[in-house]
């Protein structure tokens, strides 16, 4: 079983609609990102935590938000999608510790807003 | 300057060449460094990490030049299988979260 799973894997929805993308681990890993990624932009980061309950913001946080409710699970909201929020989604988890430690992506979620 | 800046490419190598990437970065306080590699439509994997003495992995080899912020890679003897995209990664200002360059494009050819 993958340790880093995301929920769906491709999705095409409306523009204005509601979308969550959800990720889970089964690592043990505190830290939690999610990623986008487009063509020609490399992958940038959304949103970030390192506990239950801690939420940080990434590079590019608007219009997206995130809950971590318990350790294993961070999912991604899109409020009111939008046809410039199509990309490529990635999960990612990394061990806490003094310096850093590799992270581990899941498979991705590929989003298309119509 | 961009944080992480490397050459697109694409680069198209034969088998058993040597090629090199190179990546620049602007932070000069970042501490950490990697190359993670990237299949086609798959997820990032951590390829080695960078450290400033230098490393080798194999036919891979990192090395780090902090005078002038600059990081590289080396593949020797280029395998069919080394066809990905190669990205260069550092830590950001605030050590908090990782910064990806846009990644380097490999192709090798038989």
């Known amino acids: 079983d993958a340790d880093v799973t995301q929920t769906p894997r491709n999705r095409i929805t409306k523009t204005g609609k509601r979308i969550m993308l959800e990720c889970s681990q089964t690592k043990g890993h505190d830290r939690m990102y999610w990623y986008r990624q487009d063509p020609g932009l490399g992958l940038r980061l959304i949103y970030y935590?390192?506990?239950?309950?801690?939420?940080n913001k990434g590079e590019i946080s608007d219009g997206y938000s995130v809950s971590r409710q318990a350790q294993a699970k961070f999912s991604l909201s899109l409020e009111s999608a939008i046809p410039n929020q199509t990309a490529l989604y990635f999960c990612?988890?990394?061990?806490?510790?003094?310096?850093?430690?590799?992270?581990?992506f899941g498979p991705g979620t590929r989003l298309t807003v119509l | 300057r961009k944080e992480v800046e490397q050459d697109p490419g694409p680069f198209n190598v034969p088998e058993g060449a040597t090629v090199a990437f190179n990546c620049t970065y602007s932070?000069?306080?970042?501490?950490?460094f990697f190359w993670y590699r990237q299949d086609c439509r798959k997820e990032p994997k951590l390829l080695m990490s960078?450290?400033?003495s230098g490393n080798e992995d194999g036919r891979f080899t990192a090395q780090l030049n902090r005078a002038s912020q600059y990081i590289s890679l080396l593949i020797r003897d280029s395998k069919l299988s080394d066809s990905a995209t190669y990205l260069c990664?550092?830590?950001?200002?605030?050590?908090?979260?990782?910064?990806f360059g846009k990644g380097t494009t490999l192709s090798v050819s038989s």
């Open positions: 990664v550092v830590v950001n200002q605030a050590g908090t979260a990782l910064i």
């Open positions: 932070n000069s306080a970042s501490q950490s």
């Open positions: 960078v450290y400033s």
């Open positions: 990612a988890t990394e061990k806490q510790g003094i310096s850093y430690n590799e992270q581990f």
């Open positions: 935590s390192f506990d239950v309950k801690d939420i």
